[in-house]
């Protein structure tokens, strides 16, 4: 009898570029290249859209106006033959690909297995994140705070 896990959520990140152009071929690429979140039948889906904001702000001290814009990943899977652990942990290099390659703000994923297991996390820039009172979530947010002080804006 197979083992499925389902993983499921939502990823707010956002770009800094000279142009829109580039900001959106940039997440194509990292999402493109990021670690899998693998099944025996099928990986985790991606899809990424543009949330419909973007402000241009100025971005140096010479004046040259960057792009900020939104973007909105959706992650949804149904695996087949995986245990809860293994989707976390697939999930967590994801992850800290994702954070280390663009600016994450908001998330919002749930994982789970067909035994009742489930990890819920959420976090947000702007608030304390929740705490679920398990190592993954503290080791993931932790990974998430620190790659996000090193993502700069590309030129």
Known sequence: MSRWTHILGAIK????????????????????????VTGSEMDMSVIFQNSGISNMSICDERGVKRYYTQYIITIYGNLRDRI????Q?????????????????????TI?????????????????????????????LKMIEKNSKKVRCHY
Not at 84 to 87: E, G, I, S
């Open 84 to 87: 809860l652990k293994q989707t």
């Open 13 to 36: 990140i956002e770009g800094c570029y000279l142009t829109k152009k580039n900001n959106t071929k940039h997440i194509e690429s990292v999402i493109k290249n990021a670690p899998k």
């Open 112 to 140: 789970h297995d067909d035994y009742n297991e489930m990890f819920s996390y959420h976090w947000n820039e702007n608030f304390l994140p929740m705490k679920f009172s398990d190592k993954y979530s503290d080791k993931l």
């Open 89 to 109: 942990n697939e999930f967590f290099e994801f992850m800290d690909y994702l954070s280390k390659n663009v600016l994450v703000f908001d998330f919002n994923i």
